[in-house]
């Protein structure tokens, strides 16, 4: 197993900037963004433009990750792909294609994405919908030697009441998506807040994890008993600020790292275990975010096999 990070947390620096900060500091991966550049949006990135991306800019990329002895473990795009504004919906279709065309063409075994919703439909209409979505999705990444990878994120914010946003969150969807032909990109964080124990979830599907994220998670039981599991309700500016838990690098939060990489280990993953900084403590300026990838590193380097 390898440790990485998600290069979304660093959006102004470019991939080769990064590229020589991590191996530096003494990661062996990244998860390369790999947003469409769309202006400033929060938790993006496009440290990889797949517009145009061709034989020569492969052969560049790869060349930068040799220079550093770096591991590059999945393209990064995580976006509705149930968005209920159809032209929406199909652009970022498309731009999931896009990616799993790039990733062959590099050698990156994954590209990481979100179900998504559509918050008017029941989650059954939308499943009904995701299914034929992704048919064609799964077969132009099997075609070319890719698995696309879906992150167990909650996405509350997506939803005007706080519900889940992102139809993948329990291990009831994650056997409906692997019959689908998609694989996890496993992340504790978001099972420790909506009461699923992280390790139990895991252990009997290691083998449909692709790809790992590293994310910690605060809760604060006080504050949940006033606002209850889908956190503000009567006043929630901002759709992403549940109430009683925030988002830590890992370390300082409540997930139990040492049983999360050895349940990994004993079910035979050997991938990248990829730490995804959304951090508010150490965030904010760029110093702070590299910080926090240090505490991330000291925190889960000592539990992985060299």
Not at 62 to 70: E, K, M, N, V, Y
Not at 104 to 120: E, M, N, S
Request: charged residues 25%; glycine residues 8%.
């Amino acid at each position: 197993m390898k440790l990485g990070f998600l290069t979304a947390c660093l959006p102004d620096r470019s991939l080769e900037e990064i590229a020589a900060w991590a191996a530096a500091e003494g990661y062996a991966a990244l998860e390369v963004a790999a947003w469409p550049d769309l202006g400033d949006r929060p938790f993006t990135a496009t440290h990889l433009d797949v517009e145009g991306f061709d034989a020569g800019a492969a052969e560049r990329f790869a060349a930068l990750f040799d220079q550093h002895g770096l591991t590059a473990s999945s393209l990064a795009y995580y976006d509705n792909n149930l968005h209920p504004d159809p032209v929406e919906r199909s652009a970022v279709n498309a731009h999931v294609a896009k990616l799993i065309d790039a990733a062959a063409l590099v050698g990156i075994p994954t590209v990481g994405t979100f179900i998504g919703r559509d918050p008017q439909l029941s989650v059954a209409e939308n499943l009904r919908a995701a299914e034929k979505l992704f048919a064609p999705l799964v077969d132009r990444a099997g075609e070319k030697g890719v698995k696309i990878v879906i992150e167990n994120c909650v996405m509350e914010g997506w939803h005007p009441d706080g519900y889940p946003g992102n139809l993948a969150y329990s291990p009831e969807l994650w056997e409906w998506m692997f019959d689908l032909g998609l694989y996890l990109n496993y992340d504790p964080s978001h099972l420790v807040w909506i009461g699923i124990d992280p390790v139990e979830a895991l252990r009997p599907y290691v083998d449909r994890v692709a790809h790992a994220q590293a994310k910690d998670v605060e809760v604060f039981p006080e504050r949940r008993n006033r606002y209850g599991w889908p956190g503000k309700a009567v006043v929630r500016e901002d759709p992403w600020d549940v109430g009683w838990w925030r988002y830590r690098v890992p370390g300082l939060g409540q997930v139990d790292w040492r049983r999360v990489v050895d349940t990994l280990y004993e079910g035979g993953f050997d991938g990248v275990l990829s730490v995804e900084h959304e951090d508010p403590v150490w965030g904010g300026t760029e110093d702070k975010i590299k910080t926090g990838l240090q505490v991330a590193h000291r925190t889960l380097s000592p539990l992985l096999v060299a």
